[in-house]
T-cell receptor
Framework: TQLLEQSPQFLSIQEGENLTVYCNSSSVFSSLQWYRQEPGEGPVLLVT?????EVKKLKRLTFQFGDARKDSSLHITAAQPGDTGLYLC???????????FGPGTRLSVLP | DSGVTQTPKHLITATGQRVTLRCSPR?????VYWYQQSLDQGLQFLIQ???????AKGNILERFSAQQFPDLHSELNLSSLELGDSALYFC???????????FGPGTRLTVL
C-alpha cells in the first residue's frame, strides 16, 4: 500500500488544454513537495506546500494543499509540450520519519 | 544544475559483481538520500544519512550498503549484483531540518 497515491497514472492531452493531477493520502503530512522528472534525469523540485489550504502559483502551475494536509493537487493551465514529464508528489508524514514519494503521474502534452 | 553530483553516469557490469556509486551533495547540505528507480517505476527510497550518521532506512537490500564520509560525500555499495538490480540510482541532498530534496543526475546501472 502506497502512503501517497497519485491520479491519474497516465495523462495525454493536446497543447493548450488544462489539466489537474492529484496526490492523496490517508495520513497527515507536515509538508508536501511536487517534483517533475524527465526521462533519464533526476527529479526537479517545483514547489513545497506547508500550510493546510495553501495555494501556490508558479507561472501556469497552481498547487494546492488540502485543508487537512492529507492531499494536494497540481493544476496546469494551457499545457505546453515542455510540460511533458513524470510529476511526483512527496513528503514526510507528521508522525513519520521517512521521506516518501508517490508513484507519479506521467503527463504527455502533444503539439 | 542542482549542485548534486553523481559518478559514474553509466555503469555496466556482470551478475555477482560489486560496484560503488558516489555522490557529492550540494554545498552546505548535511543530508544525503539514495533512491532506486527501475524502468518505468517510481522512486524507491533506500537510505538516508545525516552528517555521517544513518538517519532512516527504506527498502534497502542486505546486499546494499551506504556510508557518508566526514566531507559529506556518500557512497552506495551494491554487491552480489543480480539482473534485477539494473536501474537508475539517484542521490539527493537537503539542508538540515528541511524536507526539500535536490537530486543528482543519477547513475544508470546495467547488470548483464
Amino acid at each position: 500500500t502506497q502512503l501517497l497515491e497519485q491520479s491519474p497514472q497516465f495523462l495525454s492531452i493536446q497543447e493548450g488544454e488544462n489539466l489537474t493531477v492529484y496526490c492523496n493520502s490517508s495520513s497527515v503530512f507536515s509538508s508536501l513537495q511536487w517534483y517533475r522528472q524527465e526521462p533519464g534525469e533526476g527529479p526537479v523540485l517545483l514547489v513545497t506546500v506547508v500550510t493546510g489550504g495553501e495555494v501556490k502559483k508558479l507561472k501556469r502551475l497552481t498547487f494546492q494543499f488540502g485543508d487537512a494536509r492529507k492531499d494536494s493537487s497540481l493544476h496546469i493551465t494551457a499545457a505546453q509540450p515542455g510540460d511533458t514529464g513524470l510529476y511526483l508528489c512527496a513528503g514526510v508524514q507528521t508522525h513519520g520519519q521517512n521521506f516518501v514519494f508517490g508513484p507519479g503521474t506521467r503527463l504527455s502534452v502533444l503539439p | 544544475d542542482s549542485g548534486v553530483t553523481q559518478t559514474p553516469k553509466h555503469l555496466i557490469t556482470a551478475t555477482g559483481q560489486r560496484v560503488t556509486l558516489r555522490c557529492s551533495p550540494r554545498s552546505g547540505d548535511l543530508s544525503v538520500y539514495w533512491y532506486q528507480q527501475s524502468l518505468d517505476q517510481g522512486l524507491q527510497f533506500l537510505i538516508q544519512y545525516y552528517n555521517g550518521e544513518e538517519r532512516a532506512k527504506g527498502n534497502i537490500l542486505e546486499r546494499f550498503s551506504a556510508q557518508q564520509f566526514p566531507d559529506l560525500h556518500s557512497e552506495l555499495n551494491l554487491s552480489s549484483l543480480e539482473l534485477g538490480d539494473s536501474a537508475l540510482y539517484f542521490c539527493a541532498s537537503s539542508q538540515a531540518g528541511v524536507n526539500e530534496q535536490f537530486f543528482g543526475p543519477g547513475t544508470r546501472l546495467t547488470v548483464l
